[in-house]
């Protein structure tokens, strides 16, 4: 079981994580969404398409842009469909 934790509280649990470029991919039912806050922030990469960002807050604080998911990848990117991965100190493992 692959787990997301920031700030000492648990942000996400699966078996079925896609690792891609080393970051966990969680499926979106498996993450808690109550702690997520959509941010505007995008980035876009060239085979992957287009991510948006959510912030996560947890445990009285906030990580800005801690999570991102990529809401219409790319076909090379398709197995990331409705999938979420995070950065910015969310310990995963």
């Known amino acids: 079981m692959v787990k997301a934790i920031w700030n000492g509280v648990l942000i ?3 078996d079925e994580t896609v690792v891609v ?3 966990h991919y969680f499926p979106r039912a498996s993450v808690k969404a109550d702690l997520l ?3 505007t922030t995008t980035t876009h990469c060239p085979w992957k398409g287009t991510a948006r960002y959510h912030s996560i807050t947890a445990g009285g604080a906030t990580n800005t842009d801690a999570a991102w998911y990529y809401p219409e990848p790319k076909a090379a990117a398709s197995q990331i469909k409705d999938r979420i991965a ?8």
């Open 12 to 14: 996400a649990e699966s």
């Open 21 to 23: 470029e080393g970051n």
């Open 37 to 39: 806050t959509d941010s």
């Open 86 to 93: 995070f950065w910015r100190g969310v310990v995963v493992s």
